[in-house]
């Protein structure tokens, strides 16, 4: 006989902050706050966009902050642009004229 548990969606749903990952959330928040305290009430609405902007992309991919966090710490490893080190590793003759 095989043994089974149950499954509880409950327990395996991302944990959201009013329906946006919470990093998404934190930044808008920390954005709202930052303009309110400058006295820069014209630009609070930019804010709530960044929080709509995070909620309409958690419904998308639950996991996209922490996707899109690694993909920032990577920066360094997929740079476009060339450094001179690359051009010292091309063997003569390779991409030159």
Do not use: Q
């Amino acid at each position: 006989m095989r043994r089974s548990s149950t499954f509880h969606p409950s327990l395996h749903r991302p944990k959201l902050v009013m329906g946006a990952d919470p990093m998404a959330f934190y930044g808008a928040a920390f954005l709202g706050s930052f303009f309110f305290a400058s006295k820069a009430y014209l630009a609070l609405p930019v804010a709530l966009i960044a929080f709509v902007i995070g909620r309409w992309m958690t419904k998308k991919d639950p996991n996209f902050m922490t996707i899109f966090m690694r993909y920032l710490d990577e920066k360094d490893a997929y740079s476009p642009l060339p450094t001179p080190t690359d051009w010292a590793r091309r063997p003569i003759g390779w991409g030159r004229g």
